[in-house]
């Protein structure tokens, strides 16, 4: 975990503090926010609370030394935003990881749950990294990606033991597991995880990944299902499955373009199955995927249109 009281080599107060309009909230906290947890600041210049919230989040943000970001947004300027987001009063601060809202709270608070507060944000988008013992890890990485899995699992799992929190470690027993095609037994090394790690965004990537991996042993033939959407392109149903397939089939691009597809037409559809298809797609992939960021932004558009 970071810590928040970290300053050398600290980032430009500039570069993690911005003041945002509607023009940039795109670039600046949903597509940041890919990359790095973006905390959004809803205030007003006549705002009192904000003015004693405001300089107590920007010095927590700062001596998080570069591990999130902050986004100032004023509302009277900025109403539209602040409608979406559904701020009906201020200050409301959120925080965006990877496109999305993921914890915030209203009203002015004492420093030290701004500073809890800011400290869940850098732990969900993965904390400070750990270099004890990233070598080894990386070899292990290598290893898996060369298809030496029981070397892989070895080492993961030495690394598991000499250090029981490490969550890439954990990750890759699980990730060896899929390559073998024992899916219940990577279920079974994430279900044994640690608390401490067991929500970290790599143990969910794998969850998603086991169940991407479950939906494809039931997935229909790619060019039936797209038969049957070309006939039909109303039938949600059989693009839904459609994109299943072709997610199995490894066309993970193609896969998001027909859940988009979905989502474009009736967001509501099936309780929002497409839209979490869509997170469980982006879950199980890199963050830095083009494929994830790519479709991020199209979904964000979409929910911010």
């Known amino acids: 975990m970071i810590e928040l009281g970290q300053t050398q080599n600290a980032p430009a107060a500039g570069d993690l503090i911005k003041d945002v309009s509607e023009a940039d909230f ?10 790095v947890p973006v905390i959004v600041d809803f205030w007003a210049p006549w705002c009192g609370p904000c003015k ?5 989040l920007e010095a927590a943000v700062t001596r998080a030394n570069g591990a999130v970001k902050m986004a100032k947004v004023n509302v009277d300027e900025n109403q539209m935003i602040a409608g979406q987001l559904r701020v009906q009063s201020i200050p409301t601060v959120y925080a965006f990881w990877q496109g999305q809202p993921v914890d ?18 850098v732990e969900a988008g993965g904390g400070a990294p750990d270099g004890g013992l990233d070598e080894a890890l990386d070899a292990a990485d290598e290893m898996l990606e060369e298809g030496a899995v029981a070397d ?4 993961y799992a030495a690394i598991a033991q000499e250090d029981p929190n490490n969550v890439r470690a954990y990750a ?5 597991e899929i390559a073998l095609g024992e899916l219940d037994q990577a279920e079974a090394i994430l279900n044994g995880a640690p608390a401490e790690i067991a929500t970290a965004p790599e143990i969910e990537a794998i969850h998603a990944q ?11 033939p790619v060019a039936e299902l797209r038969a049957a959407v070309d006939a039909d392109p109303s039938d949600h149903q059989a693009r839904f499955d459609l994109a299943q397939a072709l997610y199995a089939n490894g066309q993970a691009e193609e896969a998001v373009d027909e859940l988009l597809a979905i989502f474009r037409a009736d967001r509501e559809w099936n ?9 469980t797609i982006f879950e199980a992939l890199k963050p830095n995927d083009p494929v994830v960021l790519n479709g991020r932004r199209k979904l ?6």
């Open 26 to 35: 795109m670039t600046e906290v949903v597509e940041m926010s890919q990359t």
């Open 152 to 155: 892989a699992a070895q080492t």
């Open 210 to 220: 086991i169940a991407l991996a479950r939906q494809a042993a039931d997935a229909g």
């Open 52 to 56: 004693t919230l405001g300089p107590v």
């Open 300 to 305: 964000s558009s979409m929910i911010f249109a």
């Open 271 to 279: 309780d929002g199955a497409a839209k979490a298809q869509l997170f």
């Open 172 to 176: 890759g027993m699980a990730r060896a």
């Open 104 to 121: 915030g709270f209203q009203g002015a608070v004492p420093p030290s749950e701004i500073d809890a507060f800011v400290a869940r944000v």
